[in-house]
T-cell receptor, first 113, second 111 residues
């Protein structure tokens, strides 16, 4: 069974204080690892997909990295508008068609001005 | 592109009543997913469809839950009878290949 564990559950940072969020996973054949951002009262919003160990992707103050067992979401010099819950999910390579995403429970990030 | 459209946004119902949640996926997307989100368990997959055919419904909690996708542009999730433990936010998502787009969700409260 696919499993995703995210840590920490919650993180409070001062504006400009860089940090990293962790996503550990187990899956039988990884097709992709996904990062989403979720704001209160909204659906998850897609950030990145990583497909193979060693891959990195960046978007503004966010950078996602992937190893064979975990992924990190690095946040550099965050701003209050980066406050949100960040979700990690894995997709297994099983069927030819689309496969479900298995999500972690998320990290609730708060950036204090 | 209007995105994934869910209705209603909020639903409050009494225990024992039937509840129907609706979803319109993005045009051209051939996969549709129903997720449930709670504080305790996070996002859990209930069921998903490929080309309107149910592929995996192992996440459906029990027989009180049912889902249909009569055509490529519409899906429903029905709970009958509803119970207080069904209170959660229900999300619909659609996908064509690797990109999943979520709707804004339906917040269900069963009293």
């Amino acid at each position: 069974e696919d499993q995703v564990t995210q840590s920490p559950e919650a993180l409070r940072l001062q504006e400009g204080e860089s940090s990293s969020l962790n996503c550990s996973y187990t899956v039988s054949g990884l097709r992709g690892l996904f990062w989403y951002r979720q704001d209160p009262g909204k659906g998850p919003e897609f950030l990145f997909t990583l497909y193979s160990a060693g891959e990195e992707k960046e978007k503004e103050r966010l950078k996602a990295t992937l190893t064979k067992k975990e992924s990190f979401l690095h946040i550099t010099a965050p701003k209050p508008e980066d406050s949100a819950t960040y979700l990690c999910a894995v997709q297994a390579r099983r069927n030819f068609g689309n496969e479900k995403l298995t999500f972690g429970t998320g990290t609730r990030l708060t950036i204090i001005p | 592109d209007a995105g994934v459209i869910q209705s209603p946004r909020h639903e409050v119902t009494e225990m024992g009543q039937e509840v129907t949640l609706r979803c319109k996926p993005i045009s051209g997307h051939n996969s549709l997913f129903w997720y449930r989100q709670t504080m305790m368990r996070g996002l859990e997959l209930l069921i998903y469809f490929n080309n309107n055919v149910p592929i995996d419904d192992s996440g459906m909690p029990e027989d009180r839950f049912s889902a249909k996708m009569p055509n490529a542009s519409f899906s429903t999730l029905k709970i009958q009878p509803s119970e207080p433990r069904d209170s959660a936010v229900y999300f619909c998502a659609s996908s064509r290949m690797y990109g999943y787009t979520f709707g804004s969700g339906t917040r269900l409260t069963v009293v």
